[in-house]
């Protein structure tokens, strides 16, 4: 049997602002980096075993 899940801790102070602050302000991906990991994301879906959407 499966040991239970623990619930994820509530962050305070200086990492919950950080945190918001990342999360609202999200580093752009240039169309190269994009394009690679597209590109990765085809190959792994063409070599699957198992259904993909």
């Not at 609202?24 to 699957?48: G, H, L, Q, T």
């Amino acid at each position: 049997m499966a040991r239970p899940i623990k619930d994820t801790p509530v962050i305070w102070g200086k990492d919950a602002k950080r945190l918001t602050e990342a999360m609202e302000n999200p580093v752009p991906i240039s169309k190269e980096r994009r394009e690679k990991m597209k590109d990765a994301y085809e190959w792994f879906k063409s070599i699957a075993t198992f259904p993909l959407p």
